[in-house]
């Protein structure tokens, strides 16, 4: 798989989101684990999960523990992989997601997810949405206060907008490394976020880069030239979809949840896909 960079870190540029594996709908542990270790052994190195991936406050930090667990388990050199989780999110019920960015809430969120990671200190962690009732800036401070404790090594922002990019990057410096927005085939409002990471030379993570849970599946349906070119190639509509995002900056590193071993294994493959001019033109304007 070709390599990305976050940071000073250089990761597979195809990573795995862990979401699916822990909300409702979720599948058995073993399944999930299965699923972590295929992605491994695609050459997957970058790991992106959250606290408030669960059911609700009775097994917050699920996806946490699922991956520790699944790096503790797996057989081969797991030194070299890099875990992003993200702060921020509250969970009161399965049903519903609540927001806390408040310094002394995110300190506490981190000192939770070290515990839960089983590290002394996380690789990335990331602001996971601006709360309307916290200054952008108190939250960002926290992570600024993160990283001078050492609790974690780099920093990032998640669903930001250009203005709160600029600010992070303000307050963080260096320190600052990466931006997860969504970004996808029927979702390219990012796109000047995009441009401004790469100014920046931020990473930037498309979450749901194949259109969500429930949707992934039909993209080729939904969006015809990705379904003649996967077909042209031999390919799936959703492997071409990951390889044109790719293409559209060496910035990104797109993050497609998985919870079965085979379309982590599929969109693993992206990262050896290279499209053409002319495929990637048809792709822009779909």
Same mark, same amino acid.
């Given at each position: 798989?070709?390599?990305?960079?976050?940071?000073?870190?250089?990761?597979?540029?195809? #990573?795995?989101?862990? *979401?699916?594996?822990?909300?409702?709908?979720? +599948? /058995?542990?073993? %399944?999930?684990?299965?699923? &972590?270790?295929?992605?491994?052994?695609?050459?997957?190195?970058?790991?992106?999960?959250?606290?408030?991936?669960?059911?609700?406050?009775?097994?917050?930090?699920?996806?946490?523990?699922?991956?520790?667990?699944?790096?503790?388990?797996?057989?081969?050199?797991?030194?070299?992989?890099?875990?992003?989780?993200?702060?921020?999110?509250?969970?009161?019920?399965?049903?519903?997601?609540?927001?806390?960015?408040?310094?002394?809430?995110?300190?506490?969120?981190?000192?939770?997810?070290?515990?839960?990671?089983?590290?002394?200190?996380?690789?990335?962690?990331?602001?996971?949405?601006?709360?309307?009732?916290?200054?952008?800036?108190?939250?960002?401070?926290?992570?600024?206060?993160?990283?001078?404790? #050492?609790?974690?090594? *780099?920093?990032?922002?998640?669903?930001?907008? +250009? /203005?709160?990019? %600029?600010?992070?990057?303000? &307050?963080?410096?260096?320190?600052?490394?990466?931006?997860?927005?969504?970004?996808?085939?029927?979702?390219?409002?990012?796109?000047?976020?995009?441009?401004?990471?790469?100014?920046?030379?931020?990473?930037?993570?498309?979450?749901?880069?194949?259109?969500?849970?429930?949707?992934?599946?039909?993209?080729?349906?939904?969006?015809?030239?990705?379904?003649?070119?996967?077909?042209?190639?031999?390919?799936?509509?959703?492997?071409?979809?990951?390889?044109?995002?790719?293409?559209?900056?060496?910035?990104?590193?797109?993050?497609?949840?998985?919870?079965?071993?085979?379309?982590?294994?599929?969109?693993?493959?992206?990262?050896?896909?290279?499209?053409?001019?002319?495929?990637?033109?048809?792709?822009?304007?779909?």
């Amino acid at each position: 798989m070709q390599q990305r960079r976050i940071g000073g870190v250089q990761v597979g540029a195809v #990573g795995l989101g862990g *979401m699916p594996m822990s909300i409702a709908g979720r +599948p /058995d542990t073993d %399944r999930s684990v299965r699923t &972590i270790h295929a992605a491994l052994d695609a050459g997957v190195t970058f790991i992106d999960t959250a606290d408030a991936y669960s059911l609700g406050s009775q097994d917050f930090g699920h996806n946490e523990s699922l991956i520790a667990q699944a790096l503790a388990d797996h057989g081969g050199d797991t030194s070299g992989v890099l875990v992003a989780t993200k702060g921020g999110h509250t969970r009161p019920s399965e049903s519903e997601w609540g927001l806390n960015g408040s310094p002394e809430y995110l300190r506490a969120a981190c000192d939770a997810s070290l515990a839960r990671l089983g590290v002394d200190a996380i690789g990335l962690y990331q602001f996971h949405r601006p709360d309307p009732r916290v200054p952008y800036a108190e939250s960002i401070g926290a992570l600024r206060d993160l990283a001078d404790a #050492g609790k974690i090594r *780099m920093a990032g922002i998640s669903n930001a907008d +250009p /203005d709160q990019i %600029r600010q992070a990057h303000d &307050i963080l410096g260096d320190r600052l490394t990466a931006v997860q927005n969504q970004f996808s085939p029927e979702f390219r409002s990012s796109e000047k976020e995009l441009r401004l990471c790469a100014e920046l030379g931020l990473a930037f993570l498309p979450w749901s880069p194949l259109g969500g849970i429930g949707r992934a599946g039909d993209l080729g349906g939904r969006f015809r030239p990705f379904s003649e070119i996967a077909q042209a190639r031999g390919v799936s509509p959703q492997q071409v979809c990951l390889a044109w995002q790719l293409a559209l900056s060496p910035v990104v590193v797109p993050i497609p949840g998985a919870s079965r071993p085979e379309t982590i294994k599929d969109s693993a493959a992206a990262g050896d896909l290279t499209l053409d001019e002319r495929e990637l033109a048809a792709l822009n304007a779909a």
